[in-house]
């Protein structure tokens, strides 16, 4: 039975359940909700996971006489404190998204009703839980959709803390992978398992016919027989000859997978081994999966990559307030992210509701129109738009066609201050950022004029041209 999740969360945690114990404010309704900031790099969506562990971690939130006794070695001696402690049992409203469901940034995916001093002390187990099982959802859903169909085996137990492993396998299960080599995920969870050998087995034997023989005998023709320990193409010969055609499948875990994979093929339907399938492993990850979609390929094991998120960090995930009620007591400002300090749900208050925050600039942006806007001071008043508007305003020539469907009158003069303005996405300001890296990289220094200086080289050659000319003329020579 795993430890009491009571004593998973921060210190500072306590410190703001005992102040709000001191003033009266720990029973104050509030809700919170859990949002991820961003996805990382590259990702367009993600996937949760962990909701199911976190609702069994609530059960067992208890403080027993040990976890207590924890608290006060570690200088947590307030009487209220631990008195209020050792009767907590949590009694608010836990809902959000179901496990598996997609989420994007600012969606809040887990919302928790409850009084403050419950509430405050699930937040870092809230956000450890569902930090690491949604990263190894969303590399795994990526690892399946890879795939194209092909079952896919979680093999990662020994690149990750023993109990990290355990979660990871139920969360690869949860968005489709076929099975894992875990046993605990197997025993806590019904996560279906798989496993054969090593080439530590084949080393252990005489040669390699006396291990399959061995292997076969125990397990049975439908076994997976690993063939790349000494010669691949040899190995699956004498797979064949140990076991027959209906052995039922072949592992290749080191060299060119994709021209090994199309070899072994070739030889097994040789040998009339037209139903023994071709498994790979060997550090996959989703890229090296979608790599392997035209070999013919039928399964996939895939350890590191999937329980280390496929090389990118666990979703920023955070906690702030909803909207919540009309409340009299005052709020903090929204856009902050926060765990404590949602609006309390106060009865009986009259105040109107709060007004709608202001956007940011980013947000302002983003719902307009993601245009090119061509704006000029000479021709722009003319159409009666602002001086600083960012719609649609003028050409950039008088005479042409603006796109608000005028022309511009004729203005004397060249217009010196015909700019382009454009209201950029996202990717385009990386595109922006890109190319102006580039530009700098290759000398080209946007807005600057490049200075011709020469290298030391060339200063050392006209000072030696200097002399040598002082020289000649000290001598008499022209």
Same mark, same amino acid.
């Given at each position: 039975m795993p430890p009491s999740p009571a004593l998973l969360t921060d210190r500072y945690e306590l410190t703001m359940l005992a102040a709000a114990l001191a003033d009266g404010t720990a029973d104050r309704d509030c809700v919170f909700e859990v949002f991820a900031r961003r996805l990382p790099h590259g990702r367009r969506y993600g996937v949760l996971a962990g909701t199911g562990r976190l609702l069994d971690a609530l059960?067992?939130?208890?403080? %027993? &006489? !040990? &976890?207590? $006794?924890?608290?006060? !070695?570690? *200088?947590? /001696?307030?009487? $209220?404190?631990?008195?209020?402690l050792a009767d907590f049992e949590f009694a608010g409203?836990? #809902? %959000?998204? $179901? !496990? *598996? #469901?997609?989420?994007?940034?600012?969606?809040? @995916?887990?919302? @928790?009703?409850?009084?403050?001093?419950?509430? @405050?002390?699930? !937040? /870092?187990?809230?956000?450890? @839980?569902?930090?690491?099982d949604s990263a190894i959802a969303s590399a795994a859903a990526r690892m399946v959709g890879a795939a194209g169909g092909r079952p896919?085996? #979680?093999?990662?137990?020994?690149? /990750?803390? #023993?109990e990290a492993a355990v979660a990871a396998a139920r969360a690869a299960w949860l968005v489709g992978f076929a099975s894992t080599s875990n046993l605990a995920a197997g025993a806590r969870y019904a996560v279906p398992t798989a496993g054969t050998s090593a080439h530590a087995f084949t080393l252990l034997h005489d040669d390699e016919a006396a291990a399959f023989r061995a292997q076969v005998d125990t397990l049975g023709t439908g076994t997976t027989l690993l063939v790349d320990t000494y010669d691949t193409m040899q190995g699956i010969r004498t797979a064949i000859e140990v076991a027959g055609t209906e052995l039922g499948a072949v592992?290749?875990?080191?060299? &060119?997978? %994709?021209?090994?994979?199309?070899?072994a093929r070739e030889l097994l339907d040789s040998l009339g081994a037209h139903r023994t399938r071709v498994t790979v492993t060997s550090d996959l990850d989703e890229y090296a999966i979608a790599a392997l979609a035209a $070999?013919?390929?039928? *399964?996939?094991g895939v350890g590191t990559s999937l329980v280390t998120g496929s090389g990118s960090p666990p979703p920023a995930w955070s906690t702030s307030w909803s909207s919540g009620t009309a409340c009299r007591w005052p709020r903090p400002p929204r856009g902050s992210a926060r765990w404590a300090g949602a609006s309390p749900r106060c009865a009986g208050t009259t105040a109107p509701a709060p007004r709608p925050p202001r956007s940011s600039s980013r947000a302002r942006s983003a719902l307009r129109t993601v245009t090119a806007v061509w704006s000029c001071r000479w021709c722009r008043p003319a159409c009666g738009s602002p001086t600083r508007t960012r719609r649609p305003g003028c050409a950039p020539r008088a005479g042409t066609t603006r796109r608000c469907g005028r022309r511009c009158p004729p203005r004397p003069g060249r217009c010196p201050a015909a700019s382009r303005r454009s209201?950029?996405? /996202? %990717? &385009?300001q990386g595109a922006d950022r890109g190319g102006r890296a580039e530009r700098l990289l290759r000398g080209r220094q946007p807005g600057r004029r490049r200075r011709r200086g020469r290298r030391a080289g060339d200063h050392g050659a006209r000072r030696a041209g200097a002399r040598a000319r002082g020289v000649r003329a000290r001598r008499g020579h022209p």
């Open positions: 059960a067992d939130f208890r403080f %027993g &006489d !040990e &976890d207590l $006794a924890a608290l006060q !070695e570690q *200088g947590i /001696t307030d009487p $209220a404190l631990l008195a209020w409203d836990v #809902e %959000g998204y $179901a !496990e *598996g #469901e997609l989420y994007f940034p600012g969606s809040p @995916v887990l919302a @928790v009703r409850a009084p403050f001093g419950q509430a @405050v002390l699930l !937040e /870092t187990l809230v956000l450890s @839980v569902l930090n690491h896919c085996i #979680e093999m990662g137990s020994r690149r /990750t803390h #023993e592992r290749l875990d080191s060299g &060119d997978l %994709g021209l090994l994979a199309v070899q $070999a013919p390929v039928d *399964g996939y209201i950029r996405s /996202t %990717g &385009d």
